[in-house]
Structures are given as C-alpha cells and as structure tokens.
C-alpha cells in the first residue's frame, strides 16, 4: 500500500491545491493500493 496525504489551508489562495484531492479520490479508485488522506484546515485565532 501507498499513502498519500495532503493538508490544505482553507483559503482562496489554495483553492486550486483542493481540486487535486478530487485527483486523488479517482486515482485510488482505479488503484486499491493507493491510500489516501486529505485534510483542509481553517486557522483558527486563540484569544
């Protein structure tokens, strides 16, 4: 097996890295052996 993880700020700025979870969402449908992990995350400010 394969892991691929992929973190993302939650920012217009990073929109573009979010379509790539979509490419990776199909390329572990076509290969059982690929295992995927994708997380977008929003800053959060502690006060």
Do not use: W
């Amino acid at each position: 097996k394969v892991l691929v993880q992929m973190v993302i700020h939650d920012t217009p700025e990073q929109a573009v890295l979010v379509g790539l979870t979509g490419l990776l969402k199909t390329a572990s449908l076509e290969n059982p052996k690929l295992f995927r992990a994708d997380n977008t995350y929003r800053r959060t400010k502690l006060c």
